[in-house]
C-alpha cells in the first residue's frame, strides 16, 4: 500500500461493478457486437478519483482535479493526465506520490507573471531557465501544508528531499494540515 494507506482493506477503495458476473459478461458480449457503448468491468470498477475523494476532500485544493476538466488544460490531460489522482499517485507502489519527475508544472505555468515577487529570482527567470524541480521546493503541489514561503531560492527544500518526502519519507513541508484526511471505519 502506498504511504498513509497501511490500514486500509482492499474493499475500502475496489467496490463490485453493477450486476453479476453473468450480466457483466454478456454486456461486454453486446459492447464487443457493438451493441452498448460502453464495456462493463468485470468483477469490481475500477478506481476513481471520486473514490479517493471521499478521504481526501479538500475544498480549498490548489490543483483540484474537477479544475482540469475544463478544455484550456487539454494538453496537460494529454500528456500527465491531472484530471485522475491516480496518475501521480498510483496506488500499491509503497510510495506517497508515483511520478518519477518533478517538472510537472511546466504543463501549465509556462506563462505564469506574478505581479508582485516574493523570491530573489523571479519566477519569469526560473522559467526561462526551464528550473521546474524549484517549483516543488517552496509549494507544495495540492497546498493542504500550512507553511511560510521561501524568501531566497537557497532557502527552498531540496529536490532529493522532495524526492524522499514522494518516495514515503518525512514531510518536508509541515505536518500541520489545513484538511485533514477522513478516516476509515469498519461500516463507512
Known sequence: MNTGHEKLLC????????????????ANIQ??????KQYSPVGFRSVSSRDCQQ???????KHPVSRFLEPRFSKARAKISPHQCMSCHKEHQGKRVTTVSQDYCSNC???LKLRKEKIDVHHVDLIK?????TCLGCHDYHGNHRMKL????????NEQVIHEYFNGGNDPYSRNKIHKVKEITPNG
Open 11 to 26: 474493499e475500502d477503495c475496489h467496490v463490485p461493478a453493477d450486476g453479476n458476473l453473468r450480466q457483466q459478461f454478456q
Open 150 to 157: 521561501k524568501k531566497r531560492l537557497k532557502d527552498i527544500v
Open 109 to 111: 505555468h509556462q506563462k
Open 55 to 61: 478521504c481526501h476532500d479538500r475544498p480549498t485544493d
Open 129 to 133: 531557465q526551464k528550473r521546474w524541480q
Open 31 to 36: 459492447f464487443l457486437l457493438g451493441n452498448r
